[in-house]
């Protein structure tokens, strides 16, 4: 579950790191009273008005703006929230700016320059330990670093043993060039957010930029946190923290009946169960000259429910021309499935699009006869590479 800048480092900030302090606002006039409430707090002139989506790269696609008085600053989030924002991380059809994050300005003049520096925590599935990347060259273009220059990227692991040693934390520190407070800073800085990372049970979090102040602070700017959903149920304080608007709607209705799905850009839906026969149902789609629409996985306890429920979702997509069914019966029943078919026809109503459905396995022979006997438009089919030429067959 990705979360927003803002909650990112409400998160951090609970686990002891040091943070760009900011107030979210949904308004223009909300702007202004963050910020009025901000300068009180901090005592900040100049404020960063950074628009709040689940993407990065929002620098460059003008979601990030610098007030340099609170008069501004209405002017500047007025401007940013209710903009569609494309960046490349959201594709051309960008997202809507529903909130703004008014933190305070740090980038401040000091006795030294400031610096930023880049750095994630995430699991390296290879070497089943965690790893910190980090690296020298933070800001706008990691992008462009981890492709042109690599040697700049770092990767510390961690042991699932043992964890985070000292040792580790100054070896960041002193490869990221710094020294005195800063190193000091630095290394109490990776301690913690390696302790929320663990803490909160998380997939990433990715600071870009960390950022060593004109007076040595070491500081979170920007905060991307995706928490994984399966531990969800440990913290059930950050189901609050769902934005439902950052969600495609289709997925986050499959959700309430506890199906696998995934939205795509194809026009043949797929209703599946595993995820390994979904796949290979994908790939013969679009060997059969067609494109998945989705991916859906309806697991080993589908039923006419979560069936109905399905194609319910799959119709939703207004580019399917024809659905595929590819279930095979092990735990779950063909039958069952079957009569989730029927059901749906007759629940829906008018499916104008051709259904192909391939059932085999537990009950295979009951779930045949329930399709036959139903008199609905549904092409049967015994192997997949016969569903996968009905699949042409009807898109042409």
């Known amino acids: 579950m990705n979360i927003h800048e803002y909650q990112g480092k409400q998160i951090l900030k609970s686990y002891g790191v040091a943070i760009q302090e900011g107030i979210v606002a949904d308004t223009a006039d909300g702007a202004v009273e963050a910020a009025n409430e901000l300068s009180k707090q901090t005592g900040t002139k100049f404020f960063v008005i950074k628009a709040q989506i689940h993407a990065g790269g929002r620098g460059k696609g003008g979601g990030v703006k ?3 008085s609170i008069e501004e600053v209405k002017d500047v989030a007025g401007r940013i929230l209710g903009m569609t924002l494309v960046t490349h991380q959201t594709g051309p059809e960008g997202k809507v700016v529903h909130k703004v994050l008014v933190a305070e300005d740090v980038y401040y003049p000091g006795p030294t320059e400031t610096k930023e520096f880049y750095m994630s925590v995430l699991l390296d599935r290879q070497r089943g330990e965690n790893v910190i990347m980090y690296s020298t060259e933070g ?10 220059t690599p040697e700049r990227i770092y990767k510390e692991h961690v042991s699932t043993d043992v964890g985070l040693q000292g040792f580790q934390a100054r070896r960041i520190a002193f490869n990221l060039g710094l020294d005195g407070d800063a190193f000091k800073a630095m290394t109490k800085f990776v301690a913690s957010l390696y302790n929320a990372y663990l803490g909160t049970d998380s997939s990433m979090f990715e600071i870009n930029p960390v950022l060593k102040t004109s007076d040595n602070k070491i500081i979170a700017v920007d905060a991307k946190v995706n928490l994984d959903d399966n531990a969800l149920y440990r913290h059930p304080d950050f189901e609050a923290m769902r934005d439902l608007n950052e969600e495609d709607p289709l997925e986050t209705e499959s959700k309430k009946y506890n199906l696998n799905f995934v939205h795509l850009d194809g026009n043949v839906g797929c209703m599946v169960n595993g995820a390994g026969l979904a796949m290979a149902t994908m790939d013969m789609i679009k060997l059969s000259g067609g494109e998945p629409a989705n991916f859906l996985d309806v697991g080993g306890t589908a039923n006419a429910t979560t069936v109905e429920a399905g194609f319910r979702i799959i119709l939703e997509e207004p580019n399917v021309k024809a659905i595929l069914v590819n279930i095979f019966g092990g735990i779950v029943r063909c039958d069952r499935v079957a009569q989730g078919i029927v059901d749906a026809y007759k629940s829906i109503g008018d499916i104008r699009v051709p259904i192909i459905v391939r059932l085999q396995g537990t009950n295979a022979e009951e779930a045949r006869k329930i399709i036959d006997e139903s008199g609905l ?11 996968a030429a009905l699949v042409t067959q009807v898109l042409n």
Request: no cysteine; proline share 4%.
């Open 139 to 148: 800001g706008m273009d990691i992008e462009d670093v981890a492709a042109k």
């Open 66 to 68: 610098l007030a340099k």
């Open 377 to 387: 438009k549904v092409y049967p089919a015994t192997l997949l590479s016969e569903a």
